[in-house]
């Protein structure tokens, strides 16, 4: 027996390593090791009884470390009983192994170097049964105290995420009382603690009729066991939960109460609420602005229509769900482009467009749709959604808009074409008839002739201003009519408007006069000074003839002024006959007069009105009448105009005096239909010693050009066979003739002379003309065009002095009279000239059209700021001619000319400097 000495130490041993174990595993590791350490044992194991198969546990790993002792060990429990057997005894490589029965655990194995006493061995059998008694009852302790921890760590964790849930969790038993409830629900039954919840029921802790409800809910889920999951309920005070209960089942299956789930969903619902009633409102709003609202799904197939979108098409929504929308409506190029629109759409794409369709009876229909995709709650597209808008009426009208511009289109065409042929066929008697009376004015007449003729060139001159009238409409209408500003004396300007009318004032017995001028208007301004005075002449003759005694006044005073500009206020005042409050709300609408029963006291067209009204406005004014029946009439109109200074040069066109016989030895071919105008022509040239040829159309007039070798053209635009545009182009480009060509024309329409002037014309006079213009433009061209017939090789340029027109004042006024300024502008132009006149002789050398277009383009900016507007003109044209048409002799010849110009223009400019660079 072993000894109670032995046997204390071994159990003391247990203890000490129980007492330093937290788990089976450590009571495995620590207290065993501990206990047999006494037995002198190198290696111990444990093998456990576990689900009916050997576990074998190392406790002292030394000899068992080998893999086939493990092996060995591991076969022979297997194999082995010692349940009737104290132990068992075997040896592997010199290493005796004892196998002792731990109680119920499992087995005990002892290795010793030497074998134990056969005695020893067998009466440490009821040490290790005690041993294995007390182990067992250790770990199972310490297991039920693990369990318990855990259970309990498991529990906190459970309660901390139910409480932190922001739900109200409860659970219930069979007879309702709460056996759970997180802090949500303990706070929405009023209380503070679980202990004042747990064990009551609803009908403890809710008003009577929730407690019933939500008993007879649990009493159904009980019974039937069922679910009820995610029920949306309106509580007392507005809010709204989701519910949900779900039974709650024992080991056996039997039900044992119930958990619930109740979660505030009353933003979620305000939310939806919001969004119903936006989307209401968007749809009554659609709805109400009669547009179409058509929902379908990613194959086209349509969801939803609403009640406009159903009376646009003539479908019920029942009819047209799940069809396919563009199929349904839609045909050839419309059906194509509505599939490509819904391809985009799957895309992301979004649009607006205009498509043809048809509806349930056939009807063609314009419909604007806008598109946009259709994405389900996962953001996954799904569709798209469409408004429409019946644009049928629109389109009909945008229709009908079209052929009315088409038919404004042609109208203004043939409104223009009348105000060319009016003014053609008009002035072109009216030339002749004032052509012969300036001629008749030379012969000597008696009083009573002259008187007669005075007559006939009175009648022409109003017929000229109706003329005129009718034009300036025109170009009103058409926003062709420009303003050009200059540097005037105001005071002049009145005198020279009251000076023209002062004979028709005097014949009436009316006195004319000026009134008021204040003296605060600048001397020197800037603006249209003859557009206001035509203006000045309209109110002041119109005044002269509505006043049959008295006065006519007119008065300037300065209503406003700035820095740099002044508002003058003008007043046309009469003592005349006077207009009706009813008749000068038109006043100022074009043929509109004033009429006094069957007596025709008012003369002319009622346009002078109007067009000074638009005049005025086009210069930024206003205007208005006073007028009182039987007392007179005050016009009153205000115009800005900037303020200037007298310029310090001031060049005027440089006209020679007409003297007879300058065209003397000249011969000048007269092209013109009609013998009248050919007649009053030729008695202008023969009077200045000139040679007139005829030719009736422009073909004659080619024969005569290539027979005759005239020295100039007179050529008329409208006639028959061929015009005179043909003639001179047919000149320019087949005969590459550079003779020079001035077009007399009765077309006064604004464009005329540039149509001229593009057609290979070098200058432009309409009818009827005074006979100084004509020679003057005649003289100029004879002039300009000497000796070009000896540069054979396009390179001379002669060196003469003739006359040209520059002006410093935009220069000026760009600077602020900074003179310095504008002798440098000059130097550099005189400098760079030369320059440029050799660079374009190379151009004509080389016959190259792009350096002479380059070069004219060039020369553009200096000969407009040098206020050069007739070469400006010129450098135009060439740039025109060389940029669209071939290397000519005409365009050779208009180079030369403006050249010429510019070089005589340097000439004048380096004499300005010379005098002024002081």
Not at 302 to 326: H, P, R, W
Not at 383 to 394: C, N, R, V
Not at 472 to 483: A, H, M, Q, T, V
Not at 802 to 811: C, E, G, H, Q, V
Request: charged share 25%.
């Amino acid at each position: 027996m072993v000894n109670l000495q032995l046997q204390y130490e071994l159990f003391s041993e247990f203890i000490y390593g129980l007492s330093l174990s937290e788990s089976e595993n450590q009571i495995l590791s620590k207290a065993v090791p501990l206990y047999v350490r006494k037995l002198n044992c190198i290696s111990a194991a444990i093998v456990q009884r576990k689900d009916q198969k050997n576990e074998v546990k190392e406790v002292l790993p030394r000899v068992l470390s080998k893999a086939h002792i493990w092996i060995d060990l591991c076969n022979r429990v297997e194999k082995t009983s010692v349940t009737n057997l104290p132990y068992q005894h075997f040896q592997v490589d010199q290493t005796h192994f004892y196998i002792y029965e731990l109680s119920s655990y499992g087995y005990l194995i002892l290795g010793r170097r030497m074998e134990f006493d056969k005695t020893l061995a067998i009466e440490l059998v009821p040490i290790f049964q005690f041993l294995g008694k007390n182990l067992i009852q250790a770990i199972d302790r310490q297991l039920r105290i693990d369990f318990e921890e855990k259970l309990e760590q498991e529990r906190n964790l459970l309660r901390t995420i139910i409480d932190n849930i922001p739900f109200k969790i409860y659970a219930k038993d069979l007879e309702g009382r709460k056996t759970l409830a997180n802090k949500y629900e303990i706070e929405e039954s009023g209380y503070y603690k679980e202990e004042d919840v747990i064990g009551k029921n609803d009908f403890d802790l809710y008003p009577k009729h929730i407690a019933e409800e939500s008993t007879e809910e649990d009493k159904r889920v009980i019974e039937h066991k069922e679910s009820i999951l995610n029920v949306e309920k309106q509580l007392d005070d507005g809010s709204w939960s989701l519910i949900s209960k779900i039974p709650l089942f024992d080991v056996q299956g039997n039900t044992s109460g119930l958990v619930g789930l109740s979660v505030d969903i009353t933003n979620r619902k305000q939310t939806e609420e919001q969004l119903r009633i936006q989307e209401e409102k968007y749809r009554s709003i659609i709805a109400n602005m009669n547009l179409g609202l058509l929902e379908v799904d990613d194959e086209e197939k349509i969801i939803y229509a609403n009640q406009s979108f159903c009376k646009m098409t003539g479908y019920s929504l029942d009819e047209m769900k799940g069809k396919v929308a563009s199929i349904m409506f839609a045909e050839g190029q419309s059906l194509d482009k509505i599939q490509q629109k819904n391809k985009d759409r799957k895309k992301g794409s979004s649009d607006a467009y205009e498509v043809e369709l048809k509806d349930k009876w056939g009807n063609t229909k314009w419909w604007l749709i806008s598109g946009a995709p259709r994405y389900n709650d996962k953001g996954q597209p799904s569709g798209s959604i469409g408004i429409h808008l019946d644009i049928t009426e629109q389109k009909k009208l945008e229709y009908d808009l079209i052929q009315s511009r088409e038919e404004a289109r042609k109208l203004a065409k043939t409104k223009q074409s009348f105000l060319a042929n009016m003014s053609h066929e008009i002035r072109t008697p009216m030339n002749a008839i004032m052509g012969m009376a300036n001629q008749l004015q030379k012969t000597n007449l008696n009083a009573a002739q002259t008187n007669l003729l005075n007559i006939i060139q009175t009648a022409s001159d109003n017929l000229l201003v109706i003329i005129n009238d009718i034009l300036d409409i025109s170009k009103i209408e058409d926003g062709k009519l420009l303003i050009h500003p200059v540097i005037f004396e105001l005071h002049e300007t009145i005198k020279e408007s009251i000076e023209t009318l002062q004979l028709k004032a005097d014949e009436k017995g009316i006195l004319l006069k000026q009134g008021k001028f204040d003296f605060l208007i600048a001397k020197y301004l800037k603006g249209d000074s003859s557009r206001l005075r035509q203006i000045l002449l309209n109110f002041l003759s119109n005044a002269i003839k509505f006043t049959e005694k008295g006065s006519v006044t007119i008065e300037c005073i300065v209503n406003n002024t700035s820095v740099n500009t002044q508002w003058i206020e003008f007043k046309v005042i009469d003592t005349g006959v006077g207009m009706e409050p009813s008749f000068l709300e038109t006043i100022f609408d074009p043929f509109t007069q004033e009429s006094s029963g069957n007596t025709k006291n008012n003369i002319g067209t009622g346009l002078g009105m109007y067009i000074s009204k638009q005049l005025i406005e086009l210069m930024q004014g206003t205007v208005s009448v006073v007028s009182a029946k039987n007392v007179g009439t005050t016009i009153t109109f205000k115009l800005p105009f900037t303020i200037a200074q007298k310029p310090d040069i001031r060049l005027e066109p440089i006209t020679a005096v007409v003297q007879p016989n300058q065209l003397h030895q000249k011969k000048i071919l007269i092209v013109d239909d009609n013998e009248m105008n050919r007649l009053v022509a030729e008695m202008i040239v023969q009077q200045n010693g000139a040679k007139a040829i005829h030719a009736q159309n422009g073909q004659e007039a080619i024969e005569k050009l290539k027979n005759e070798n005239p020295d100039i053209i007179l050529m008329d635009l409208q006639m028959p066979i061929m015009n005179g545009y043909e003639a001179t182009k047919h000149i320019r480009l087949k005969l590459n003739h550079s003779i020079p060509i001035i077009a007399l024309t009765a077309n006064a329409i604004k464009g005329e002379k540039e149509n001229c002037l593009e057609a290979g014309m070098n200058d432009y006079i309409s009818k009827p003309f005074k006979e100084h213009d004509l020679i003057q433009a005649i003289l100029k061209l004879i002039s300009s065009n000497k000796n070009h017939s000896a540069l054979s090789d396009h390179t001379k340029f002669d060196n003469y002095h003739k006359p040209a027109t520059y002006d410093l004042s935009i220069l000026l006024q760009m600077s602020r009279n900074d003179h310095q300024f504008v002798n440098k502008m000059i130097q550099l132009f005189c400098d760079d000239l030369p320059f440029q006149i050799e660079q374009i002789k190379e151009g004509i050398q080389q016959r190259n059209t792009q350096i002479i277009a380059a070069k004219a383009h060039r020369l553009k900016p200096s000969a407009t700021n040098l206020g050069m507007p007739a070469i400006t003109q010129k450098l135009k044209q060439i740039e025109a001619i060389a940029k669209h048409e071939k290397f000519t002799d005409h365009l050779v010849s208009l180079t030369i000319s403006c050249m010429e110009d510019l070089e005589n223009s340097r000439l004048q400019l380096l004499e300005y400097l010379s005098k002024n660079s002081a």
